[in-house]
């Protein structure tokens, strides 16, 4: 089993930045077997949305469309730790942040983070 714990969120004026942050925790055979990290977003009367993700190793990070060259996905492996830096933030932007770790292969595993804030005020 893995946990996540999120932080970071809070309120912002825009064109701000915040940088969250997300803690696993678990046993290490747990951990280890973790293919992929990303962080999702939910805004009130919205889908979740993947904002961006990262793989174990860190050679392969994705964004979403919406973010790209304004947020920067990253990890520190002997904290098991993956970050979300957020620049220039947006109204839009308002949502909980969720962190999501995922396990692939036969006996796939998908965890969640309890979720964050963050607002960005206008």
């Known amino acids: 089993q893995v946990q996540l714990v999120e932080s970071g969120g809070g309120l912002v004026q825009a064109g701000g930045s915040l940088r969250l942050s997300c803690a696993t925790s678990g046993k290490i055979a747990a951990i280890s077997s973790i293919n992929k990290m990303g962080w999702y977003r939910q805004a009130p009367g919205k889908q979740r949305e993947m904002v961006a993700s990262i793989t174990s190793g860190g050679s392969s990070t994705n964004y979403a469309a919406s973010v790209k060259g304004r947020f920067t996905i990253s990890r520190d492996s002997a904290k098991n730790t993956v970050y979300l830096q957020m620049n220039n933030l947006k109204p839009e932007d308002t949502a909980v942040y969720y962190c999501?770790?995922?396990?692939?292969?036969?006996?796939?595993?998908?965890?969640w983070g309890q979720g964050t804030q963050v607002t960005v005020s206008s």
């Open positions: 999501n770790a995922l396990k692939l292969g036969p006996m796939m595993r998908d965890y």
